[in-house]
């Protein structure tokens, strides 16, 4: 009689306890969950710079992060159409501004990370004398083609064409123009060959496939600033993780990669300046 008692017992406890013992509720005991990866939408400028910062985060950390590169202009409207990321650094402060009015961000200040430059760059091998012609170098015969990024949804575009402008030149060569979907196809045009020129984000220029090449700085007084803001998303409010890296990207080591990179901390004269435009 008590062996069958003994029985009933055992089958209780194998059926009842040791599942519970096992589930969430004693999480305790049972193996770690996978960490959640973080899911980031980043202006294509940032490819070389945010490639570096996430390894470092990922190394300190044991956190994926896994980072998309495109036109701001595009993740903003994807993100809008419920694109699943968790945070949005974009090359243009504007489109997280609207995201927060619009109520796509979680709640919390925009985290305005740097300021863009864009420059003329050219292949080591081109036979023009970049640094000692500067603008002129884009009307030589010789530069058939001359990439920019989409001045519709990508800042970068919208920069070279002010700047061309404003220097005086951009009727002479906008039948050279040719678009990239965003600055880094525009990169990818001139090191290519498809293109013999680009006007280009500085922050590209620090990767190794094109760092050799020939760089002219444009004066920063012929385009607007390219402020440019981080925000969290929503959908991401809860995520522990996303927060840890938004936080992470404002520390000092992701701060040298970003000034390693060209990408400039923004001064109070930058907000004032970006904010007035924005109110306009």
Request: net charge positive; aromatic share 12%; glycine share 6%.
């Amino acid at each position: 009689m008590r062996n069958k008692k003994h029985s009933r017992l055992a089958r209780w406890f194998l059926l009842w306890f040791v599942p519970l013992f096992f589930s969430p509720l004693f999480g305790c005991f049972a193996a770690p969950a996978a960490a959640q990866e973080v899911r980031v939408a980043a202006a294509a400028d940032l490819q070389y710079a945010m490639d570096d910062i996430a390894r470092k985060f990922e190394a300190r950390t044991g956190i994926k992060v896994a980072v998309t590169y495109g036109s701001s202009g595009n993740f903003f409207s994807q993100i809008q159409n419920g694109a699943p990321f968790d945070l949005f650094f974009s090359a243009d402060a504007d489109y997280p501004r609207k995201l927060v009015s619009a109520g796509f961000a979680a709640p919390g200040p925009i985290f305005f990370y740097a300021v863009g430059h864009v420059v003329i760059w050219m292949p080591a091998s081109s036979p023009v004398n970049l640094a000692q012609e500067g603008w002129r170098a884009l009307t030589d015969a010789r530069i058939e083609k001359i990439a920019v990024a989409n001045p519709e949804h990508a800042p970068y575009g919208r920069a070279a064409i002010a700047a061309l402008q404003h220097a005086g030149i951009y009727d002479r060569v906008k039948a050279k123009l040719v678009y990239g979907e965003n600055i880094a196809q525009a990169a990818q045009f001139v090191q290519s060959g498809n293109a013999q020129a680009g006007i280009l984000a500085k922050s590209l220029t620090y990767a190794p496939a094109l760092h050799n090449g020939k760089l002219w700085n444009i004066p920063p007084t012929l385009y607007p600033t390219i402020l440019q803001g981080a925000i969290l998303l929503k959908s991401a409010a809860n995520n522990h993780n996303a927060r840890s890296f938004l936080e992470f990207v404002q520390g000092p080591a992701a701060r040298l990669t970003f000034d390693y990179c060209g990408l400039d901390a923004p001064t109070a004269a930058d907000l004032a300046v970006t904010h007035g435009a924005a109110a306009q």
